[in-house]
């Protein structure tokens, strides 16, 4: 699992919509500390004695975060290191860096049998060391954030704005969309749209955006990779990645 935003209530609600089991968990993956990415990491690590792993630095934001109430447990603890590539069962898996306001970021690239995934969210700008990443994907969770003109138009105040917006912020659709178009290669299959503003953006807002730029750049959605956003709060479908 990567990371655990939600409580475990919630997750149990779903796993079993599913037809799975939480217990079927073996590893988690922190990418970085911020409360809607760990809040429940503490609780369900400790329920069901998973281990976690992350950097340093996360794992001394997670015990400091007050919004998680039960921290991760001694021995549950697991540090990696960036561009350090490691093995949990059948998978290969490497962190990266990723530029974001948190006490630290990562990305993964998660690997089995020459199949690549990889997620980057929460990501202020596409560093090259992203479009490398991105280049070696058969299938890539993305962030796009927010829409320019929604979140320069809306009601948060301008610091706010300007958070979301900087170089450790957030990437907007338009980002998201110039990541991909410039670095998509024919191995790549799937691409999902992430981590959307539930006030800065909307789903169709952000798939006609990238749309746009990966035609003007002579891709073609769903021809030479399928493309698909995530809802913030409805489980997607179950995906086979082959």
Known sequence: MVDVGIGTRMLKKFFHEYGLVLPGIK????????????KSVGSLSHELSIPVFATRKVHAGVKHNYCVRHKVDGDCIKYVEKNAAFTLGDFEITPFEVPHDSADN?????????????????????????????????????EANYDK???QGGTYPQYLKSRISGPNGHLS?????MALAENATPKLKQVWLCHLSEENNHPELARITVEQLLRQHGIAPGKDFMLD??????????????
């Not at 690549?116 to 994907?137: F, H, M």
């Not at 956003?229 to 082959?242: E, M």
């Open 149 to 151: 003109e929604m979140l």
């Open 229 to 242: 956003i995530l809802k913030r709060k409805t489980p997607s479908g179950i995906y086979q990645l082959t």
């Open 173 to 177: 659709n338009y980002e998201c969309g």
């Open 106 to 142: 990562v990305g993964y690239m998660i690997s089995h049998e020459h199949v690549n995934l990889c997620i980057i969210t929460d990501v202020g700008r596409v560093t090259e060391l992203i479009k490398e990443y991105i280049q070696k994907a058969n299938y890539l969770i993305i």
């Open 27 to 38: 590893n988690i993956l922190l990418t970085h500390d911020h409360a809607d990415h760990v």
